[in-house]
């Protein structure tokens, strides 16, 4: 189990606050790379996968460490038994200590134990196969037209409706796996209690050929239930007769008993258990719109690139472990030199949305203050994750990042192949280019000499000019090239970063797995919405929330 003790307390803790300040001025890009030729292929590890498509290469070299950092990191993870809490994860051991559960997202993608699967004991967990086997069947029906709506025509759209876990997962896949789509199925997500976003997806179906899933661990969320009420009503307005809610309405959750009341009967939901975090749960039967879009044998390989990469970070030594690594650069830039974020900058248009997803991810997980034994943390934890794809971010906020006063370290990802090879392989070519050349000039940056050449006789007229052309460099990256954005490759990619979210957690001697900050949100709602309908029903407030409601009480027509 971790230790749950506070960070600070590890001895390796206080060697890295000295390597900080002894050896920062030591640690610069430029000069590590000239004194050692071999520094790219001594901090660059690839996975490989056993499927040839499914390959990972991630070059740290362009970071700010050297061989005694970088073991004083390890020695970190030893000392805060990564290794102990990893194999507890994986045993099914209640590692989510505040609400008494195991953390067990790697038995949704686990094999039987027969095919080479994990031993995994926790109630439940003999159950996974069933529901892919439902999971399957069911899409597989509806795909090929078989499954019908209640005019006996076959279903041509889908809409996922939930929020947080169970929609920025669904979202964000089938937006990388486009590629692989069923195109004369769309697939639409509503998540936003905002009647907009349902009434303008509405706008958009039909009736009699809309397959509506509720995607709601709980069954209890506002947002989540608001959205089903109401496209229900949608729904029964033409359809009339409750019966056919049958042929339009699945759920996929963990509570039968608030399925049934909301009126979906048993046999149309697909179950999953309390052991399934709600921003780990793609995995699950939250999973059903991205197999609905591409299709369950690409479902299939999703999972099997994940569990490839849970083999990887069971077994490989914390040297040579791409989570591991992730996770200890990180905590490098966010406990020692102060870093206050971390981007995530996909190379690869499928990926738009993966630093979306893992803001909830990370920041969800880590987003925490307190230790497992109670103390309050007197270190930073989980960064703010925020990112968008390259290079529009080039073209918005790599100013920032090249010459701001912010340490920003950044992972840069991109595919060996491009799926759309148009114009002969040229887009991805100067895609590429930009890949390879934005780390290389944020680690290297720009001399004032080297401007002054460029500029030639007008750097001695404008001083200010040169400065404004300056690149101080040396702002630290990790470039991952994987070989094609495949859904195996997809499903290592989000199983790496999972990892690296739970070491990380690990070491800060925090619970990764609850998120009470969320909790309270929806409680205080709750009570607002009672008061909304009289002005003498608000009370308990400060004079600022108090005076906004009146305001809108006064002017709602
Ligand atoms: O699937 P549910 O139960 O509707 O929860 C949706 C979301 O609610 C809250 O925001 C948190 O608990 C999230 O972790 C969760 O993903």
Redesign the pocket.
Known sequence: MSTGKPATQYKAWKKLQELHSSKQSQLVLKELFNSDSKRFSTYSKEFKASSPDVSILLDYSKNLIDEEVLSTLFNLAREASVELFRDDMFAGKHINTSEDRAVLHVALRNPPADQGGFKINEAGVDEVHGVLQHIKEFSESVRSGSWKGYTGKPIDTVVNI???????GPVMVCEALKHYSKRDLKSYFVSNIDGTDLAEVLKLCNTETTLFIV???????Q??ITNAESAKAWFLEKAKDQAHVAKHFVAL???AKAVTAFGISESNMFAFWDWV???Y?LWSA?GLSIALSIGYDNFQELLNGAHELDKHFKTAPLEENLPVILALVGIWYNDFYGAQTQALLPYDQYLKKFADYFQ?GDM?SNGKSVTKDGSRVDYETGPIIWGQSGTNGQHAFYQLIHQGTKLIPADFLAPVETLNPISGGKHHEILLSNFFAQPEALAFGKTEQEVREELGPEASKNAALVKSKIFEGNKPTNSILFQKLTPGTLGALVALYEHKIHVQGAIWGINSYD?MG??L??VLAKNILKQLGNETDVKGHDSSTTGLIHYYQKNRK
Do not use: Y
Request: aromatic share 4%.
């Open positions: 939930g929020i947080g876990g169970s929609d920025l995607a709601s661990k709980t069954f209890t969320t947002e989540t959750s963990t509570n975090g709600g921003r749960s939250i909830q969800e998120q969320v909790e949100g929806k």
